[in-house]
């Protein structure tokens, strides 16, 4: 009697994939090498089975095209997958240690994400980039006034002091440098209007969105913060309070207890740096304002 496929495991790659297969009392039927061309063909001719993947790139593409075929598509954080590779780094050793991970009944699964979530995180995305190459070019303006003797301050004002300076004293500077700075301005200014276009995006996504309105109501958590957790967690019920949504972030110390006695480091930084971040600005914020005036504490 052939045996039936009951999980597979899924090392995902540029163009090359590797596919381990096995049956319910774990025997392999097959492990195999599959072109990105030929992923589909194989899985809709596959009677449906679980299949696990590394939660990285393409992951949630494929998950979403897996599942639509009848799959039942779980994705694991790469480090919880590692213990289980029992030889060295290869992609069949991969895909063997994923489609055994998948089926451990304590392993913790990241939640797919629809088209729609991912296309908010882009817009997040992107506006980092674009917030963190503003101040490299702000640091940059700053930096070249200075050896002019120009110095300003820091932050926005800062900024439109810098701008400023650069217009009413640019006859004092030689051609090359004027053409220099005013480049440097250009690209400042086309920044901030893309970075205010993407704003306005994510800030209309937000007000649609029930989860991120209620997300923003949150004492130092605003449209920015709300919708990228809203996007980046669309299933919150494995945590089953705050502070294990904080452990996942990497928010919580560091254990490093032995011998009953409780030793805790810094916080694990081990989840989604972005939120994090942003959560910690949040937080911050709250803290300053709470401690400038006690009576408007949340």
């Known amino acids: ?76 954080p790469p480090a919880h997958v ?29 939640a797919v994400k629809s088209v729609e979530q991912q296309a908010v995180l882009m817009l997040h995305k992107s506006r980092d980039l674009m917030v963190r190459q503003r101040t490299m070019l702000i640091n940059a303006l700053r930096g070249h006034l200075a050896e002019y003797g120009i110095v300003t301050g820091l932050g926005a004002g800062g900024v439109v002091a810098s701008l400023k300076a650069l217009h009413e004293e640019q006859d004092r500077f030689p051609a090359h440098t004027r053409s220099a700075l005013h480049a440097i301005a250009a690209q400042l200014r086309a920044l901030t209007s893309e970075i205010d276009r993407l704003e306005a995006q994510i800030l209309d996504w937000h007000r649609n969105n029930e989860t991120s309105r209620r997300l923003a109501t949150i004492p130092g958590i605003g449209p920015i913060t709300a919708s990228a957790i809203a996007a980046a967690v669309p ?26 006695k409780e030793r805790l480091g810094g916080i694990t930084k081990q989840g989604d740096g972005y939120l994090r971040r942003l959560l910690v600005v949040g937080s911050t914020a709250v803290m300053r304002i709470t401690r400038k005036n006690p009576a408007r504490q949340p």
């Open 235 to 260: 299933d919150a019920s494995p945590f089953r309070s705050g502070r294990q949504f904080a452990a996942w972030l990497g928010l919580t110390p560091r254990a490093n207890s032995s011998g009953g």
């Open 82 to 110: 590692k213990p289980y590779v029992k030889r060295g780094k290869t992609d069949a050793a991969d895909a063997e240690a994923i489609c055994e991970a998948v089926t451990r009944p304590t392993m913790r699964f990241v």
């Open 1 to 76: 009697m052939e045996q039936k496929i009951v999980t597979v495991g899924l090392d995902l790659a540029k163009n090359v994939f590797q596919v381990h297969a096995i049956a319910a009392d774990g025997a392999v039927l097959f492990r195999r090498r599959l072109r990105r061309t030929e992923i589909i063909r194989f899985f809709t001719e596959l009677p449906p089975c679980l299949v696990g993947m590394e939660a990285c790139t393409s992951a949630h593409h494929w998950a979403r095209e897996l599942t639509a075929n009848g799959h039942e598509v779980r994705l694991m």
